[in-house]
């Protein structure tokens, strides 16, 4: 079985495999994963990490196997105020996409009754989620280390 303790937040071009997996998959330490050719990686960090679509966790014989965001169910949020209604949301802690014309969250109907209240619009969509990271450092950490080589 391939073993990777190692992760990059992008990859270097050498990509061997890949691996889809949901935004709360996406979170882990230590778990087996099953790859896109059908070869088993036991995923061994040294601390619980947030893995980013298009990141890479790097195998003990240096091959990359890319992380892909994988399709979820999810509610896609648009309206007049988006910004106004992406405060609401964020005031939420709830993790949110945000682009031009649209907000992506998980789905919640809790959540979408009150986006309904201040008239926001919800459709359920399934699509890859890559929510916004923190202010602090990318996706779900608090920090960043960007020492590996690029060699």
């Given amino acids: 079985m391939l073993t990777a303790q190692h992760y990059h937040d992008h990859t270097h071009g050498q990509v061997s495999d890949h691996v889809s997996l949901t935004y709360?998959?996406?979170?882990?330490?230590?778990?087996?994963?099953?790859?896109?050719?059908?070869?088993?990686?036991?995923?061994?960090?040294?601390?619980t990490t947030s893995l980013d679509h298009g990141?890479?966790?790097?195998?003990?014989?240096k091959a990359e196997i890319r992380i892909d965001a994988a399709p979820e169910q999810l509610l896609e949020v648009t309206g007049q105020s988006l910004h106004r209604i992406a405060w609401h949301i964020g005031n939420r802690h709830t993790p949110c996409q945000i682009e031009d014309t649209r907000l992506l969250i998980q789905r919640d109907h809790v959540m979408a009754d009150m986006l309904a209240k201040i008239g926001a619009t919800t459709r359920e969509v399934v699509e890859p989620f890559t929510p916004e990271g923190g202010a602090y450092g990318h996706g779900r950490t608090h920090g960043h280390d960007h020492s590996h080589s690029h060699t």
């Fill in 24 to 47: 709360e998959d996406r979170f882990l330490r230590r778990k087996v994963l099953t790859l896109a050719s059908g070869a088993q990686l036991l995923v061994d960090l040294p601390q």
């Fill in 55 to 61: 990141g890479a966790l790097i195998t003990t014989d």
